[in-house]
């Protein structure tokens, strides 16, 4: 069983969260919309990746964090949401 079939639940909390996180936060800090949330697994574990169209640039960027370990989850799913949201913003916070 994949990591993604063994936390179903929790992922679909989390992607419900941080959605509602970085939209509001894009939309606040008028960076730009979220175009695409992805989840993908490797042997490192379960990856989200935030694609975001920034404003007046036309090239999308990408933020890209593990949230479930082959351990499982570090955090509940609401915790991770929101540290994930904030290190998108932060992170767009030093894009050129």
């Known amino acids: ?3 993604q079939e063994r936390y179903a ?3 679909d909390e989390f992607d419900s969260d941080v959605r509602v ?3 509001e936060s894009l939309q606040q800090g008028e960076y730009g919309t979220l175009k695409a949330l992805i ?3 490797d042997e490192r574990g379960v990856w989200v990746e935030a694609e975001i169209q920034r404003r007046g640039n ?3 960027w990408t933020c890209r ?3 479930i370990t082959p ?3 570090l955090d509940s799913a609401l915790l991770a949401s929101t540290i994930f949201s904030s290190a998108v913003i932060e992170d767009l ?3 050129p």
């Open 71 to 73: 351990q499982g989850p």
């Open 93 to 95: 916070d030093t894009q």
């Open 65 to 67: 964090r593990v949230v």
């Open 1 to 3: 069983m994949s990591l």
């Open 58 to 60: 036309d090239t999308p």
């Open 9 to 11: 639940e929790w992922l």
């Open 21 to 23: 996180g970085i939209t």
């Open 39 to 41: 989840f993908r697994e």
